[in-house]
């Protein structure tokens, strides 16, 4: 066998362990939003909300009206 045999399958190994691939579940965590305003996140919270999830609703209303989803 040659030096080089099986070196595409080494490359695969070395560069998934090494992070210079992107991968699909990095792309699926939850996105940190910073600068609202606590006062906000009180109002719903005392409205049965969390915060997360009228968040979630909004965006999705103005993509549909945005004619994106």
Not at 12 to 40: G, H, R
């Amino acid at each position: 066998m040659g030096k080089f045999d099986a070196i595409e399958e080494k490359f695969e190994k070395v560069v998934s362990k090494a992070s210079l691939q992107s991968k699909k579940s990095k792309d699926l965590k939850n996105i940190m939003i910073y600068n609202v305003p606590k006062e906000w996140s009180e109002i719903l919270k005392n409205s049965g909300f969390s915060f997360s999830t009228y968040a979630k609703m909004a965006i999705q209303e103005k993509l549909k009206r945005d004619g994106l989803i």
